[in-house]
């Protein structure tokens, strides 16, 4: 049963340093969504991309923070310049093209990336 | 703008009974989707059910069913004969119809005792 994968699933990394996310989307999807857990909070959308476009990019930090989904290959999140309040978990989830279906076309999770700045 | 809301930061209930979540939210859109997931200590994101905003009669998967009141905005998720695998963090989210976005709600852990 190939989900979404994300790795690493658990990435230390220093200050100043970068970080970077991998997601690679189930079969077929090529709606990717990031989003970011913070300790004790819920989930908020960071971003959604399709191959090789950015859609909304409107829960993305201004600064050091990016994303791509390349035509071939994962999507990646890039954090630059890490710090410690990016500590947190990272969610990758991906859907099928815009058609409704039984399940409501929902978007299916993969199991995040743990990222601490230390 | 579309927003969501959890109001119940914790809740206990005790194994076998049920146990009803709270969730409303706001919407301009008159096409949306209604979805809950489950997130166990292990931390993966585990999809529920879903509730269309057309959709008549409330949604029902196994243990869990949606109590959908449209003229209220609210989708509480009722878990009926509550297990101890069912502690865990549960997140109501809403959609656009095409799925081009999801919102979710802060969250709410539900502790089961034996």
């Known amino acids: 049963n190939a989900g979404v994968m994300q790795n690493p699933r658990h990435l230390v990394r220093r200050r100043g340093q970068e970080a970077r996310l991998r997601c690679s989307p189930m079969?077929?999807?090529?709606?990717v969504y990031w989003y970011r857990q913070l300790p004790e909070e819920g989930l908020k959308f960071m971003v959604y991309l399709q191959k090789e476009n950015i859609i909304d990019e409107s829960g993305m930090p201004k600064e050091r923070f990016s994303a791509e989904f390349p035509k071939e290959g994962p999507s990646i999140l890039r954090i630059q310049q890490v710090v410690r309040g990016d500590s947190a978990a990272y969610f990758c989830?991906?859907?099928?093209?815009?058609?409704?279906?039984?399940?409501?076309?929902?978007?299916?999770f993969g199991e995040g990336s743990w990222l601490t700045v230390v | 703008a579309q927003k969501i809301t959890q109001t119940q930061p914790g809740m206990f209930v005790q194994e076998k009974e049920a146990v009803t979540l709270d969730c409303t939210y706001d919407?301009?859109?008159?096409?949306?989707?209604l979805f809950w997931y489950k997130q166990p200590s292990s931390g993966e994101m585990i999809f529920l059910i879903y509730?269309?905003?057309?959709?008549?009669q409330n949604a029902t998967e196994g243990r869990y069913s949606l109590n959908f009141q449209k003229a209220r905005k609210s989708a509480n998720l009722v878990i009926s004969a509550s297990q101890l695998g069912d502690s865990a963090m549960y997140f109501c989210a809403l959609g656009k119809y095409n799925n081009n976005d999801m919102r979710f709600g802060a969250g709410t852990r539900l502790t089961v005792k034996p």
């Open positions: 509730q269309g905003s057309y959709d008549e």
């Open positions: 989830a991906s859907s099928p093209r815009g058609q409704p279906n039984r399940s409501g076309n929902t978007i299916y």
């Open positions: 079969k077929g999807h090529s709606h």
């Open positions: 919407t301009s859109d008159q096409s949306y989707g």
